[in-house]
């Protein structure tokens, strides 16, 4: 009796180190609507599709190339609302213009980079001359396709817009690993393959210190510690006593500061809550609103207690009215799921992280200096 006690309150002490979390995914089914703002974001409803969120996350200031992305974004709800082809035939249109004022686009872009940039721009006039068609003949699948197909080459060039790193990690945080761009991560469990994207752009601590998890191998192995249905799903507990890393050079736990980027802010804000900040109304440029966000955990009561531990956020928004909630300012977020979807409504506790590796972007983690 006396060990199943013990055995008992250490699991206790872990979910109050891991699981504090839970309460405030309940408290968030009542989420507050809030405006989009800055970041070149649209007006109305907040945007639930992780690869929007990050397109738009990206740093840049080219005004054309967001209303480019907007009008082929806005073609999905002209589809959802009755098949409304006027609208669709209008963002096209809207599109075709922005495209055909190529010097605008390419305003934003390297002069080195400028021939990939109008390849990208050539393509784009290709798929919206193929999508034109689409819709004249009002086929609603090859529309979708190529949809997806055109926004993934906004992104591109979006990418290649992106200047030098827009600012410097407090001195404080040098000692740890820092995202200096995005990372792709392909995490392959028991139950299928997810891909991610680490965003250093706007989170480079933390999404540094997951990526250089993953390439050291870390999570390779790990059992999902926490799943609740609709809510989230936690892993990155190591086996044994300890709750996070353990840095083998120095033999001390790592820890990671609280960071959010918000709207309007050049840099994020570190070691503090948005709440405790008195910035209540503030959104995060990754907000937790899509499905498969990637946040890290942390103790409720340590604001920089962030070690290892992740979690994909598993809420529909389409529930309830989406936008600012109460995870928003509390929880870094650093990444969204971009391709996986199926297989996380399918993982539970106790399922396994058979292996992570980075497959793109890996030369962009910084390590600290000796």
Sequence with gaps: ????????????KRWLKT????????????????????????????????????????????ESVRKLQTSLEDISTQLRAKRRWGGVTSDISTAERI?????????SVAEAKQPEAEALIAQLKEGLATMRAAT?????????????????????????????????????????????????????????????????????VTAGNFVDLVQRGFYDGLEFVRSEESYVLQAGDPPGPEVGFIDPTSKKSRNVPLEILVRGDQEPTYGITLEQAGRYRDQPVLPFSAYGTVAMARPETEVDGGSSQFFFF???????????????????????VIEGKEVLEKLKAEDKILSAKVIQGGENLVQPQA
């Design 19 to 62: 699981g504090t979390i839970a309460l405030l995914l309940t408290l968030s089914l009542g989420l507050s609507a809030a405006a989009n703002r800055d970041y070149g974001l649209p007006a109305g409803n907040a945007i639930t599709d992780g690869r929007a969120l990050l397109r738009y996350a990206l740093p840049i200031e080219n």
């Design 136 to 204: 004249e003949a009002k086929d609603k699948e090859q529309i979708w396709i190529k949809r997806s197909e055109m926004l993934n080459l906004v992104g591109q060039l979006q990418a290649l817009m992106v200047g030098e790193y827009p600012f410097e990690v407090p001195a404080q945080y040098s000692n740890l690993p820092q995202l200096k761009g995005r990372a792709t991560v392909e995490v392959v469990t028991d139950k299928g393959k997810i891909t991610l994207v680490a965003d250093g752009y706007s989170a480079p």
């Design 99 to 107: 495209v055909n004022r190529q010097s605008e686009l390419l305003a």
């Design 314 to 336: 598993l809420f529909e928004p389409e529930l309830t009215p989406a936008g600012l909630n109460l995870l928003d300012g509390r929880y870094a977020v650093f990444g969204y």
């Design 1 to 12: 009796m006396h060990h199943l006690s013990k055995v008992m309150m250490d699991g206790f």
